[in-house]
T-cell receptor
């Protein structure tokens, strides 16, 4: 079973502060993704990466940075947290080997910005 | 741009009854379609996925979905609902696959409530 873990599982941050969300996968997958979920809405893609030391912008990248220091780890960074960034954040990984396109999701991080 | 619409925000169903969740997609080309389920305070789990081929796809836990190109739809069905099916269900479309980004576009989700 594919495994994606996220830390912290929940966080309270202050407006203007820096927040780092971490994601770790043990699936040996090439692709990793960061999504945000707002109450009553679906997931929206923030950033993704297909190889270490390289990241790509998703659909809503403004206000977020991403870092992929290794194949296993993918971080989402909020340099100046804002109230509008209160949401649940999900990390996912995906293999591109053998045409396998399933994305495996972590349990999520609940972020509250005050 | 691709998009996914789930017209029913909430569905209430009796245990043992059948369930259908609707999904409409907008995409130019051949879509790759997915249904994910989110149990309370958990991440998303894959129920089933469609790649071009047989329009009826079987998934886990008795779920199946049917792709219709003419209707731009990918509806999810289950013949007999169990209380453990209480969850949020998301339909998603991938614009590319097989070496490309594999980015998913999600619908807004349908909350399924099971009553006895």
């Amino acid at each position: 079973e594919a495994a994606v873990t996220q830390s912290p599982r929940s966080k309270v941050a202050v407006t203007g502060g820096k927040v780092t969300l971490s994601c770790h996968q043990t699936n040996n997958h090439d692709y990793m993704y960061w999504y945000r979920q707002d109450t009553g809405h679906g997931l929206r893609l923030i950033h993704y990466s297909y190889v270490a030391d390289s990241t790509e912008k998703g659909d809503i990248p403004d206000g977020y940075k991403a870092s992929r220091p290794s194949q296993e780890n993918f971080s989402l960074i909020l340099e100046l947290a804002s109230l509008s960034q209160t949401a649940v954040y999900f990390c996912a990984s995906r293999s591109d080997w053998g045409g396998q396109d399933t994305q495996y999701f972590g349990p999520g991080t609940r972020l509250l910005v005050l | 741009a691709q998009s996914v619409t789930q017209p029913d925000a909430r569905v209430t169903v009796s245990e043992g009854a059948s369930l259908q969740l609707r999904c409409k997609y907008s995409y130019f080309g051949t879509p790759y379609l997915f249904w994910y389920v989110q149990y309370p305070r958990q991440g998303l789990q894959l129920l089933l996925k469609y790649y071009p081929g047989d329009p009826v796809v079987q998934g886990v836990n008795g779920f199946e979905a049917e792709f219709s190109k003419s209707n731009s739809s990918f509806h999810l069905r289950k013949a007999s609902v169990h209380w453990s099916d209480w969850a949020v269900y998301f339909c998603a479309v991938s614009m590319d696959t097989g070496g490309l980004s594999g980015k998913l576009t999600f619908g807004e989700g349908t909350q399924v409530t099971v009553i006895s």
